[in-house]
């Protein structure tokens, strides 16, 4: 069982604004910054956004993201077929480990 | 570019030994922390150990403390994973990073270990 906690699923049409949730305590997200990846079938992940709210070069900006307290969250607006895939956060631990989410599964209908 | 390349899994039995790597290039290698992530099939992610970048400090995860090390060439930009005592809940794609602290900017392509009687 992860200790930040995602649903396991969502779902959106494209064009719609998805957003998936992290929620962690006061000893990880609380006080380190989120990151999540994005992962393809088959494929290695792939940093999507760092330091809570920023984007690697060639991340659209259709990506983002937002922390507040012990809670993240990833929002995808202008959702395309091409976004399906699984989303996972990732913030330090102060018990000197990386903590990931169980990860998310996002459907385009 | 920055590429990741990871070689050394297979099958074994429970209790065998294995030793992972991951030879780096397109960087300099002996600036970064690195990174071991492991994957079970069909699940999420789950770190496994961090080392810094003259190897001086490591971090291992509760799971795998007593069982598995890290270690690193910097001189053959190369990252090793030695996994000791291995059990079946270790079977894994496991995916060698560049970072630390969960921000981990370039991944290698896996490599699957399966531990099985």
């Known amino acids: 069982q992860s200790v930040l906690t995602q649903p396991p699923s969502a779902s959106g049409t494209p064009g719609q604004r998805v957003t998936i949730s992290c929620s962690g305590s006061?000893?990880?997200?609380?006080?380190?910054?989120v990151n999540w990846y994005q992962q393809f079938p088959g494929t290695a992940p792939k940093l999507l956004i760092y330091?809570?709210?920023e984007r690697p070069s060639g991340v659209p900006d259709r990506f983002s993201g937002s922390k507040s307290g012990t809670s993240a969250s990833l929002a995808i607006s202008g959702l395309q077929s091409a976004d399906e895939a699984d989303y996972f956060c990732?913030?330090?631990?102060?018990?000197?480990?990386?903590?990931f989410g169980g990860g998310t599964k996002l459907t385009v209908l | 570019q920055v590429q990741l390349v990871e070689s050394g899994g297979g099958s074994l039995k429970p209790g065998g030994s294995l030793r992972l790597s991951c030879a780096a290039s397109?960087?300099?290698?002996?600036?970064?922390?690195m990174s071991w992530i492991r994957q079970a099939p069909g699940k999420g992610l789950e770190w496994v150990s961090c080392?810094?970048?003259?190897?001086?400090?490591?971090f291992l995860a509760d799971s795998v403390k007593g069982r598995f090390n890290v270690s690193r060439d910097n001189s053959k930009k190369s990252l090793y994973l030695h996994m000791d005592s291995l059990r079946a809940d270790d079977t894994a794609f496991y995916y060698c990073?560049?970072?630390?602290?969960?921000?981990?900017?370039?991944w290698g392509q896996g490599s699957l270990v399966t531990v099985s009687s």
């Open positions: 006061s000893s990880n997200i609380g006080s380190n910054v």
């Open positions: 990073a560049r970072g630390s602290r969960a921000y981990f900017d370039y």
């Open positions: 990732a913030a330090w631990n102060d018990s000197l480990n990386v903590l």
């Open positions: 330091n809570n709210n």
């Open positions: 397109g960087f300099r290698f002996s600036d970064y922390y």
């Open positions: 080392i810094s970048s003259r190897g001086s400090t490591i």
